[in-house]
């Protein structure tokens, strides 16, 4: 069955601190690893990473995947109080057609 | 380009009721998946839906039934529900099943069963 964990769930940081979250995962014949932001209700997508060592970024967020060690990193630079949220982690794997295994989530908290 | 739609945007039922929820998904999206998510956790898998047929289905029980319309739009349906029920339903869409496809998301429908 595939894993995802994610750490720390918890996060309380102050604007302008750069902040990395983890995301390791067990999976059989991995196809996709793929971050989201949780505000309210919808997650909303950030990246999606198949290859490893390349790394994706989108303004002050950057996310790298290490498939030999079967894990990724998402960075936040410069953090806003706009970045607050629940940040999720999910893997597609084997012959699970687009079934999102998600972690439990990191809940960052970022004070003026 | 429309997002992924779902309606209602909240619901309240009593333990034993029926409940329907509803998917739109992103144009050009074929593909629709459910899940659920309790407080506090990731969303749990619950099915996905291609080509008007349940293709795969998460560790849910029989009471959680859906189905896919030739528009590509998907209803979920739980029968018999359980307090255990209460939690944010998430509907998303993608193009071929998504494997490698990205999977966007639909504001969700937040069930409360008392």
């Known amino acids: 069955e595939d894993k995802v964990v994610q750490s720390p769930l918890s996060l309380v940081v102050h604007e302008g601190d750069t902040v990395t979250l983890n995301c390791s995962y067990e999976?059989?014949?991995?196809?996709?690893l793929l971050w989201y932001k949780q505000e309210k209700k919808a997650p909303t997508f950030l990246f999606m990473l198949?290859?490893?060592?390349i790394e994706k970024k989108s303004g002050r967020l950057s996310s790298i995947l290490d498939k030999k060690e079967l894990f990724s990193i998402l960075n936040i630079t410069a953090t806003q109080t706009g970045d607050s949220a629940v940040y999720l982690c999910?893997?597609?794997?084997?012959?699970?057609?687009?079934?999102?295994?998600f972690g439990q989530g990191t809940i960052l908290t970022v004070h003026p | 380009d429309a997002g992924v739609t779902q309606s209602p945007t909240h619901l309240i039922k009593t333990r034993g009721q029926q409940v329907t929820l509803r998917c739109s998904p992103k144009?050009?999206?074929?593909?629709v998946s459910w899940y659920q998510q309790a407080l506090g956790q990731g969303p749990q898998f619950i099915f996905q839906?291609?080509?008007?047929?349940?293709?795969q289905r998460g560790n849910f029980p029989d009471r959680f039934s859906g189905h896919q319309f030739p528009n590509y739009s998907s209803e979920l349906n739980v029968n018999a529900l359980l307090l255990g029920d209460s939690a944010l339903y998430l509907c998303?869409?993608?193009?071929?099943?998504?494997?490698?496809?990205?999977?966007?998301f639909g504001p969700g429908t937040r069930l409360l069963v008392l």
């Open positions: 999910a893997v597609v794997g084997g012959t699970s057609y687009g079934k999102l295994t």
């Open positions: 998303a869409s993608s193009w071929r099943q998504g494997a490698r496809e990205t999977q966007y």
């Open positions: 144009s050009g999206h074929d593909t």
């Open positions: 839906y291609y080509e008007e047929e349940e293709r």
């Open positions: 198949t290859s490893s060592g």
């Open positions: 999976v059989t014949n991995f196809r996709s």
